[in-house]
Each structure stands twice: as C-alpha cells, then as structure tokens.
C-alpha cells in the first residue's frame, strides 16, 4: 500500500491532536502552505459569534518538500520573536512598566506561535530539525490585508488619506526596527499581501494594529558586535526598509491619483508633490539603500528618530472619529465581514449544544 502524500498526512497528524479546520483561507501551492481557520476541541461559547472569537489559524504544509522547509523557518523566526517578551528584554521582574508596555505594542505587530508540529532527523547522535508538518498562531478575523484595502480604495476611487499612510509607516518601520536590532531578521517578503490590519485591536486614534505573517522566507544572522561589521543577511535587511518605501510610495500613488485623476503624469507628479517630497525629506529612508548611506545617516535607529517625529506629528492631527468613517468607506466592517467569512452552518457542524450549561461546545 503506497503511504499517503505529505499533505494529507499532515492534516491527519494535525486532526489527531483534536483540532478541527473549519474553513479555509489560502489553498496550497507547490511551495505554500493551506491555511485554514480551526478551533480545538472543547472550545465553548455561547453562541457563534463567541466561537468565532476563538478561531486559530493552521499553516499545513502541501506535498513540496520546500513547503515543510518554509514552514520550520517561519517556526523558527516566530519562536524568537516569542522569546523576546517572556525574557530579559520585557519580560524580566526588574523590568519597568514603561518597558512592558513597550513590549506589549511591539508584540501586537506579530503573530504569535501558538504550537507546531516538527520533524527531527538523527545526524551525528544528535536530533536536528528537519521539517515542519504544520504550525499554529491565533487568528486575525476577519483576515483583511494591506493589498484588500488598496484594492477597496481603486474600487472605491477613494484616495488613501496621508494621516493612514503615516500610521502604516509608524507600525511597519518599528516592526522592522526591532526584528532587525534584537534578533538580525529579515523578512524578504515584506509586501501588502503579508500586511495583516487587526479591524478588532484599534490605536488610541482608531487606526488597526498592523501585523507582518509570513516568515517563510526570513533570514536570522548573529547581531553585529560593531557597526563595522558585516552581518551575512545585512542586504535582506537593507531590501526590507525598501519594501516599507516601496509600500508607502503605493499608498502615495493612490493619494495622487484619485486627487488629481492624472494617471499618466502620476510618477512626474509625486517627485513634484510636496507631501510625498516631505516624505523622503523627513523620512531619510532612501539613505538605506546602500550600506555605505545606512553608517552615514547614524544608522537604522536615526532614521527611525526622524521619521517617528513626522509620522507622529501626522498622525496626531488626526481626530478618532475621522479614522472610523474612512475606515467604514475603505473596510468591511468587523461585524459583517465575520459571519461572510465563516458562516454559521461551518460551525453547527462541528458543534453541539451542551445540556448541562446551555453553552456550544466544540465535539
């Protein structure tokens, strides 16, 4: 009898732990993974709405051998980042509030790894890992990405306000700024698709919590010891703070499009605009493009200095009520998009009644 493809052995492995998929959000490709919303057996609430709060998201591995490795890699980058608030940097007894609460925001702009399943190969009489079957995090629901609210906006002929673009780069650059000083990673695939906006979690002013997924293709190299140093992933570095420019300058080009309707000069126009000419001014983010430009400029951190400042001084302008109404044009709201996505007869299928305290619970 010929063994059961790496795909449908993974969903098993993962079934028999007691989880049960219940829809699912990205098919596989050759080397990504199926994603899928699921819930653990015995969850319990008391109507759908409340199990719906309790969905988890699965990654489970399709039968390309490079689909195992990405998963292990991202386990692996998730697991540091994890490790960070539960050690010395903010999770420490002699830790200050103001350093917890530091920790606190910079842990929202991640998904945490909630379990995994990993493959281990004996080499020289010790376990190394070798693959990764599936991993878990807890949802973002409904999943709405940075590229689903750019697509709303050309739909929509809606520009994309300054004061939204300036909170992206807030929540982007200190996303990145820390992944690259405490632990040298790179995520290489730092575009709008892996963008999560968190509609439920919500900034002072009302703009969504931002949140990066999809590590599969980071990079990890030990942290330099001096600013001369070379580190082996500083180039992926490097490529990940142009990212956050080349997001920025997109969200620009909507701003100016739907503005002035002059598509055609739309390039000439930006380099003339005095907003986006602010932008590069203040944000100095340009000067990272070579390493040479990074030890001038004072480094990651400078430029991080002078951008906050501006983006801050944006954002600030801002009054929370203006936030909802253009999040209200340019989102599904929370409310109506959950049910859209996970319907409730998914999850009476997977759910039953129980006698003694009324509540759903997951069988």
């Known amino acids: 009898?010929?063994?059961?493809?790496?795909?449908?052995?993974?969903?098993?492995?993962?079934?028999?732990?007691?989880?049960?998929?219940?829809?699912?959000?990205?098919?596989?490709?050759?080397?990504?993974?199926?994603?899928?919303?699921?819930?653990?057996?015995?969850?319990?609430?008391?109507?759908?709405?409340?199990?719906?709060?309790?969905?988890?998201?699965?990654?489970?591995?399709?039968?390309?051998?490079?689909?195992?490795?990405?998963?292990?890699?991202?386990?692996?980058?998730?697991?540091?980042?994890?490790?960070?608030?539960?050690?010395?940097?903010?999770?420490?007894?002699?830790?200050?509030?103001?350093?917890?609460?530091?920790?606190?925001?910079?842990?929202?702009?991640f998904c945490h790894l909630d379990d995994c399943d990993l493959a281990t190969v004996e080499q020289h009489g010790a376990s190394q890992l070798e693959d990764a079957w599936w991993i878990t995090t807890r949802a973002i629901y409904p999943s709405f990405t940075l590229q689903h609210y750019i697509d709303n906006l050309h739909a929509q002929r809606q520009p994309a306000p300054g004061h939204f673009t300036a909170h992206v780069f807030l929540e982007l650059f200190s996303a990145v700024?820390?992944?690259?000083?405490?632990?040298?990673?790179?995520?290489?695939?730092?575009?709008?698709?892996?963008?999560?906006?968190?509609?439920?979690?919500?900034?002072?002013?009302?703009?969504?919590?931002?949140?990066?997924?999809?590590?599969?293709?980071?990079?990890?190299?030990?942290?330099?010891s001096s600013p001369d140093e070379v580190c082996a992933n500083d180039v992926d570095k490097q490529n990940d703070v142009k990212a956050i420019y080349t997001i920025i300058s997109n969200l620009e080009k909507i701003r100016r499009q739907y503005v002035t309707g002059d598509i055609d000069r739309l390039d000439d126009e930006m380099r003339k605009d005095k907003v986006f000419q602010e932008w590069d001014k203040r944000s100095k983010i340009t000067q990272y493009y070579t390493r040479e430009g990074l030890k001038k400029s004072g480094g990651l951190a400078n430029l991080w200095k002078e951008a906050r400042f501006f983006c801050e001084v944006m954002v600030g302008k801002v009054q929370p009520q203006e936030a909802i109404t253009f999040l209200n044009l340019a989102m599904l709201q929370p409310a109506q998009a959950t049910k859209a996505v996970v319907p409730d007869q998914l999850l009476g299928g997977i759910s039953r009644i129980d006698p003694a305290s009324g509540m759903l619970t997951v069988v």
């Open 177 to 224: 700024k820390f992944l690259q000083e405490e632990h040298g990673i790179a995520h290489n695939e730092l575009v709008e698709r892996n963008v999560l906006l968190d509609l439920w979690t919500r900034t002072p002013k009302q703009f969504p919590i931002i949140k990066l997924i999809d590590f599969g293709s980071a990079t990890c190299a030990p942290l330099a």
């Open 1 to 109: 009898m010929s063994s059961l493809p790496p795909s449908i052995a993974a969903i098993n492995r993962f079934r028999d732990k007691g989880n049960h998929p219940v829809h699912q959000i990205h098919r596989s490709r050759t080397q990504n993974a199926a994603v899928w919303y699921f819930l653990r057996k015995g969850t319990q609430g008391r109507n759908y709405d409340d199990l719906r709060a309790q969905l988890m998201v699965v990654k489970i591995a399709s039968d390309a051998p490079a689909s195992r490795k990405r998963l292990l890699n991202e386990a692996e980058a998730l697991t540091k980042i994890k490790n960070t608030y539960a050690g010395e940097r903010f999770g420490a007894a002699n830790v200050e509030g103001a350093d917890r609460e530091e920790g606190r925001q910079i842990m929202q702009r």
